[in-house]
């Protein structure tokens, strides 16, 4: 399922992230909803061919840091895989580029800070 072109924004995967505000350091609580709206802007074109992303602050621990919704429904790790398969992608490639992409992120916006 290779397509140049976008999928209407209903089929794409719905990629929630929870940022901890510990990860901007000790004054982190302050700046995290701040951040959270930076990261969004900034990653709004990364993958936007199949991927909708929510950077959101992590207030619930107990929520994961990372979930996967389609079509408006949770879907499991291995159902997330198997979508990102349709455009030859791996999970776990596409979590870590994810991470180094947002550590890319709060160093710079700590910079701006």
């Keep these: 399922m ?63 840091e990372m979930q996967y919704n389609f079509v408006g429904k949770l879907i499991t790790h291995s159902q997330a895989e198997k979508y990102l398969a349709l455009f030859d992608k791996k999970l776990d490639e596409f979590e870590g580029h994810l991470c180094e992409k947002l550590a890319t992120l709060i160093n710079e916006f700590m910079g701006h800070e």
């Design 2 to 64: 290779n397509t140049s072109s976008s999928l209407p924004e209903d089929k794409k995967l719905c990629v929630i992230y929870r940022v901890e505000p510990g990860c901007l350091g000790p004054e982190g609580k302050n700046h995290i909803s701040k951040f959270c709206s930076f990261a969004q802007s900034e990653l709004r074109s990364l993958d936007s061919e199949y991927v909708v992303w929510h950077i959101i602050p992590r207030e619930d621990k107990a929520l994961p």
